[in-house]
C-alpha cells in the first residue's frame, strides 16, 4: 500500500513563526518523510484563510520536487474553478518535468463562500466550471494542440510545452456528493475520499464503485485514498495532551467551513470545544496499536488502497511531528501493508 502525509502549510495565530521558518520546517518535514519511506506527500490548498492554508499548491510542488528525489507529489486537492485551466496546465506540466514525473493532480470543485466570494465566482457554477475545466485540462495535458470554445473559456489553437512526463498525469478527483463521484468515473479518475469518517466514505465508496460499474468498469481498477489526521505516542493521554489541541484547531476550522458552506445542517458539523469532544471523532490519535486498529476497522469497510495522513498539524512543532511520524512507520506502517496484501489475495 502507498502511504504518503498531507501538509497545508498552516501557521495558526497562536502557534506562529515567521512564515519563512514555516516553510523551510515544511520543507525539512517532507525531506525526512521521504527518508524514512513514505512514498507520497500531499499538498492541499485553500484560500484567504488567516492561518496561510497553502494557496498555490504547484510552486510548493516544485520546490519539494528540487527537494526530493524519490517521493511522488499529489495535489489534495487543487480547487479547479478557481484556475484558469489551460494556465494551471502549463504550471502542472513544468512542476511534472521539474519532479521527473512524479506528479499526482487532485481536484475538487471546492465549497467554501469566503472563496467564491473572493474570486468572484457564482457558487452555482462550480459544477459546470468543474467539468468544463476538466475538458480543457484533459486535452491540455495530452500535450497535442487543441481547440476549446465552452461556456467559461476559449481557446485556441493552442499547445502545452513542454509537456508533462507522464501520459497520462494520475487524475484523482474527490468531493462530498454523489455528483462527484459520478464525475470521477466519468474521468476514469482514482478517488480521494474527503475524510475519515466511515459511513460517509463507505457511501462514497459505494457510489463511485457503483458508477464506474455502469460504464463497464471494475473499482478494483483504480485507487482509492483515504485520509486522515494522526497523532501518535506510546502514552495515549500524552498523544491528546500533546497533538490534542493542534487537532482540535484543524477540526473546528474545517467544521466552521463546512457551516458557512450551508450544504447540510448545521447540526452535521459541531464545533469542538474540548479534547473529549475529540476522542469520539475521526481523528487517530493514541498509541500505535490503538490506531492500527482503527485503521483496520476502516479497511474492513471501506477498502482503500491508498493512505494519507496529517502528522504535522497545524501549529505543530516538527520534532513532536517526527516523533508521531516515525512510530507510525515503526508500528503502523507494516499493518496497512499487510491490509493491501490481504486484499490482493
Known sequence: ?????????????????????????????????????????????HH????????????????????????????KVILLPFHDPLRLAEDVAVADVI??????????????????????VDPSERGARMREGLDVLVKALSGEAFSHDGRFFRYGPAQVVPPPVQQPIPLWLGGRTRAAMRRAARYRAHLALA???????????????AALAED?????????????????????????????????????????????????PNDDFEIATTLDDLRAGSALVGTPADVADRLREFHARVPFTQFSFWCLLPGLPPEQALGSLELFVRDVLPVLHELRACARA
Open 216 to 264: 463497464g468498469l471494475d473499482v478494483g481498477d483504480f485507487e482509492v485514498v483515504a485520509v486522515a489526521s494522526i497523532f501518535l505516542d506510546e502514552d495515549p493521554e500524552r498523544a491528546w495532551a500533546i497533538g490534542g489541541p493542534h487537532l482540535l484547531y484543524q477540526q473546528n476550522q474545517y467544521q466552521q467551513w463546512f457551516r458557512e458552506a450551508g450544504d447540510r
Open 48 to 75: 484567504f484563510v488567516d492561518d496561510g492554508y497553502c494557496p498555490s499548491v504547484l510552486p510548493a510542488a516544485a520546490a519539494i520536487a528540487a527537494a526530493t528525489q524519490r517521493i511522488r507529489i499529489g495535489s
Open 195 to 209: 475524510d475519515f469518517v466511515v459511513d460517509n466514505c463507505a457511501e462514497d465508496y459505494r457510489s463511485y464503485a
Open 1 to 45: 500500500m502507498k502511504v504518503g502525509t498531507s501538509i497545508g502549510f498552516q501557521n495558526p495565530l497562536q502557534w506562529r513563526v515567521p512564515w519563512p521558518e514555516l516553510y523551510a520546517q515544511t520543507m525539512e518535514f517532507v525531506r525526512r518523510a521521504e527518508a524514512v519511506g513514505l512514498d507520497e506527500v500531499w499538498i492541499s490548498e
Open 99 to 120: 519532479s521527473g514525473g512524479r506528479l499526482d493532480l487532485g481536484l475538487a470543485a471546492g465549497y467554501r463562500r469566503a472563496e467564491f466570494d473572493g474570486f468572484g
